[in-house]
């Protein structure tokens, strides 16, 4: 069992980079798979701290999303 629960922390939790939002201060952690998927994980320190109303119709966060932008472009989050 403890092999099946390291396996699957390491699915949720592996490759994941803590990353501030430029425009709001919250913290989450994101890992790039691909130049198109993007998966980012929220606490709810985050989700209480971020400046957009996050709902069933707003996917993520533009602020957010520029704040992934930039830190990949600047080299800080990597894309395999």
């Given at each position: 069992?403890?092999?099946?629960?390291?396996?699957?922390?390491?699915?949720?939790?592996?490759?994941?980079?803590?990353?501030?939002?430029?425009?709001?201060a919250a913290v989450v952690r994101v890992r790039?798979?691909?130049?198109?998927?993007?998966?980012?994980?929220?606490?709810?320190?985050?989700?209480?701290?971020?400046?957009?109303?996050?709902?069933?119709?707003?996917?993520?966060?533009?602020g957010l999303r520029a704040s992934i932008d930039?830190?990949?472009?600047?080299?800080?989050?990597?894309?395999?």
């Open positions: 069992m403890t092999g099946a629960l390291t396996e699957r922390q390491e699915f949720l939790e592996g490759g994941l980079t803590e990353l501030v939002c430029e425009r709001c790039k798979s691909s130049p198109q998927q993007t998966s980012v994980q929220w606490s709810t320190a985050a989700v209480r701290q971020c400046a957009t109303d996050l709902g069933a119709l707003v996917p993520t966060c533009p930039r830190a990949v472009r600047a080299g800080r989050l990597d894309v395999p």
